[in-house]
């Protein structure tokens, strides 16, 4: 069954939303037997009629802003009055709660915001996303995500808060988007309820207050999803070349993880899109075209240019950014087969996992694992395992469940129902990005399961509201009570997962989830057929409707209680580094801030006949990260072979832990700078293109955001990219480009070959250089090198 929408003629003002309703939608056909059914014996997605068209062209632009505010307030024709001041409610509560307490994680991720400051500083910089302003190598993304924040920094001036207010706001547009594309064909219900889904969601309330690419890939894919639905209602080409340019923008974002849902997209129009098949493919293929122009325009600028008129491609290892596409940042990530990452993509011969992954995500898979090693282990309960079921599983279960309703209640619905459209589009983005992360090799964090929390969230809106209409029926009331019961459940053992936090809430949500899901199944058909045999008894009926408001509200409660704590607490808690997560700390896994809490070290490792196990007590504090223990420099016990990373201030302690300035050498948290040798980079800075260079992207971030004036980041974010020979940096040191070196962050040696060889680096290489013809001063706690004083 299919709606027209009323389309005044083009060129007319942008009408009043209450001067054309929707049209009326036809009621069931009474029965032979008796008189008219009621809407609980229809159908579980009843047709929603389409809410009004306005004109279309530049000539209908005056008209649209001039009523957009009240259409604003008003919302649909067709909504009660309490809708759009509780949809308003909802944008203002995300704004305030992403929005609360912002800058408590400073830089948070210092790698993003270094690069957000030379935007600020440099176009040249802004335009390809480099780590500095003087255009050494640029980070390991596409610069799109970077835009928005180096945009609010040249507005606002850089600091925490303009550099990580965009994202927060962010959340709004997407927590918006969402509501809009399941209020498309679902009651104001459902899209609220999604929308608050999606904002208590604790990984989506990390992200969005977070500076990583991640909260412009889930707004674009959301903004993609819209597109596709508002498509399928009338085969509209132009929404979906909308579609094909949100994906070509998400691959500017994130690159080849925006495409994840691609597949699955593109199936749903050819499939349901109401017009003939020719078409279909013919639209599609407009979409790809627009999606290939918006994201592929930057590409061909940076393949064209000269080399050496352009920063170094961080990441690869031939400064292309196809490779680093298709290799460390694409395909890589599934086979584990990184070559330029952590790891390097390659392990010495002999070494074997010996029993228990690295938890959260550090590199440890080698020859003869088959689970995802470091990365964890692989496999359909990824998602529900360890920590990371905590930061987007909450809901996840009831999603599925929920899909399956909507598939199997809408089976015999027509090819374009639009409903069964939406269960397809947020189904099938669920489906495909879920099974990539949880069979993927690579290297794999918990954040990135934001990328899952609209499809979750669009699916737990769409279901709980069909359900909620069709409760008098028992199938359906008893579904829904299940649902609720599963989740309530599944919460008491997320929230088990941290037994010291808020005990008493695991108990609150299991017992009042259980009670409410008994409740809903009282309230239905009972009280239905209760109503139907005292008719005429004042109150019958008012006494079922009064019990299923009170149990779908406890219910509710019970079901955002959990990750609306943990959304809660991940706001209330500072983040910084490169590896976070929400919600508070899971044993025997990452905490908060990016570091993680003390316990045993690592797994033990067998290297060339040798046992190697990390250091007990090697894990840092929160937010500092890895301290010097893991994977710190060997000592001799079989270790031939693994790569050597010291600290930026000396090696870790391997009983205590504690080592140099940041975690594994700077590699995750940066260094700590000291306001002395925050002053030695500034001096004369002006006279250098960059006023120090050292190893690592973090290291090299810390220093250029506590100075700010350009750091050059040898090797990139890994110390490991063949960015600069050695014979190229002392041409630059000769020329007078580069004033410090800033000592102790290197990589001396990486993974070698097949023989087990480790081989020094080219950021090693210049290490020995300047070590051997300059001299070290302690300046505030940090080894420098004056590279314009060579020694005799």
């Not at 083009?10 to 001067?19: I, L, T, Y």
């Not at 596409?142 to 965009?166: T, Y």
């Not at 890589?332 to 087969?337: A, E, V």
């Not at 936090?501 to 009042?512: D, N, Q, S, T």
Request: proline share 7%.
């Amino acid at each position: 069954m299919t709606t027209t929408s009323f389309s005044p003629p083009a060129g007319e003002p942008w009408p009043e939303a209450a001067s054309h309703p929707p049209p009326e939608v036809p009621q069931p056909a009474p029965d032979a037997a008796g008189p008219a059914r009621t809407p609980a014996a229809g159908p579980l997605f009843p047709e929603f009629p389409l809410p009004p068209t306005g004109p279309r062209g530049p000539a209908s632009w005056s008209g649209r802003l001039r009523t957009l505010p009240a259409r604003a307030w008003r919302g649909r024709a067709d909504d009660p009055r309490w809708v759009r001041p509780a949809l308003l409610a909802l944008l203002a509560a995300t704004a305030a709660l992403y929005l609360w307490g912002l800058s408590a994680s400073g830089w948070a991720n210092a790698f993003y915001s270094a690069a957000v400051q030379a935007g600020s500083q440099s176009w040249k910089a802004f335009f390809y996303g480099s780590s500095d302003a003087g255009n050494f190598i640029t980070v390991d993304k596409p610069p799109l995500s970077l835009w928005p924040m180096a945009l609010s920094a040249r507005v606002f001036g850089l600091s925490s808060w303009s550099v990580l207010a965009p994202q927060a706001l962010m959340a709004v547009a997407t927590v918006g988007t969402l509501y809009a594309a399941v209020r498309r064909r679902f009651s104001p219900l459902g899209g609220l309820l999604a929308g608050a889904a999606l904002a208590l969601t604790p990984v989506a309330a990390l992200m969005f207050r977070f500076n990583n690419p991640d909260a412009l890939l889930v707004l674009l894919l959301t903004l993609a999803a819209y597109g596709l639905v508002r498509a399928t209602e009338t085969a509209s080409t132009r929404w979906l070349v909308f579609t094909g340019v949100m994906f070509g923008l998400g691959f500017l974002t994130k690159t080849l993880q925006a495409f994840l849902v691609l597949p699955a997209f593109a199936v749903v129009y050819l499939v349901v899109a109401p017009t003939g098949l020719w078409r279909r493919a013919r639209q599609l293929l407009a979409a790809g075209l627009a999606m290939v122009v918006a994201g592929g325009w930057w590409v061909a600028v940076v393949e064209l240019v000269p080399a050496s008129a352009r920063p170094y491609i961080g990441g690869s290892q031939d400064d292309s950014f196809l490779s680093l596409t298709f290799g460390y940042n694409g395909f890589g990530r599934l086979n584990g087969n990184e070559t330029g990452s952590v790891g390097g993509g390659r392990f010495p011969t002999g070494m074997t996992e010996v029993p228990g992954a690295m938890p959260g995500g550090m590199p440890g898979a080698v020859a003869g694992s088959t689970r995802g090693g470091g990365w964890g282990e692989t496999g359909i309960t990824r998602l529900f395992d360890g920590d990371v079921g905590g930061q987007i599983a909450w809901l996840l279960p009831a999603a599925l469940i929920l899909l399956l309703l909507g598939l199997w209640a809408t089976r015999r619905y027509a090819r374009t129902d639009t409903a069964r459209a939406a269960f397809l589009v947020w189904g099938g983005w669920l489906l495909c990005t879920a099974l990539t992360f949880s069979f993927m090799s690579g290297i794999f964090h918990q954040y990135y399961t934001v990328a899952l929390a609209p499809a979750v969230a669009a699916l737990v809106g769409m279901g709980a509201d069909g359900l909620w209409r069709a409760r008098h029926r028992l199938p359906y009331a008893a579904v829904l009570a299940g649902t609720l019961a599963v989740t309530a459940v599944w919460a008491y053992v997320l929230l088990g997962r941290s037994a010291e936090f808020l005990p008493w809430l695991r108990w609150a949500v299991l017992v009042g989830g259980l009670v409410a899901a008994v409740g809903l199944l009282l309230a239905g058909p009972p009280a239905a057929r209760l109503a139907a045999r005292s008719a005429g008894a004042p109150g019958a009926s008012g006494v079922g409707g009064r019990l299923a408001t009170v149990a779908g509200l406890v219910g509710l409660a019970a079901a955002f209680g959990g990750p609306a704590a943990y959304a809660v607490d991940t706001v209330g808690t500072p983040h910084t580094g490169s590896i976070v997560t929400a919600g508070p700390s899971v044993k025997g896994s990452f905490g908060p801030g990016g570091g993680r809490h003390g316990g045993p070290g690592g797994p033990a490792f067998v290297a060339n006949g040798g046992t190697f196990t990390p250091p007990q007590g090697g894990q840092g504090a929160p937010g500092g990260g890895f301290g010097g223990a893991w994977p710190g420099a060997g000592t001799g016990d079989g270790t031939d072979g693994w790569r050597e990373r010291g600290t930026a201030g000396g090696r870790g302690n391997g009983t205590t832990g504690q080592g140099g300035q940041g975690g594994m050498g700077g590699l995750l948290n940066g260094a700590k700078v000291g306001s002395e040798a925050t002053e030695a980079l500034g001096q004369d800075a002006d006279r250098y293109t960059w006023a120090a260079a050292t190893s690592g992207s973090q290291n090299a971030a810390s220093y250029q955001l506590a100075s700010g004036v350009p750091v050059m980041a040898l090797g990139g974010f890994n110390s490991t990219d063949p960015s600069l020979s050695l014979s190229a940096f002392q041409q630059y040191v000769q020329e007078g480009k580069v004033h410090w070196f800033i000592g102790g962050g290197g990589s001396r040696r990486t993974p070698g070959g097949a023989d087990g060889e480790a081989r020094e680096t080219q950021t090693a290489q210049i290490e020995s250089w300047v070590e051997s013809h300059f001299t070290a001063k302690t300046v505030g706690g940090s080894t420098l090198y004056d590279l314009t004083a060579p020694t005799s």
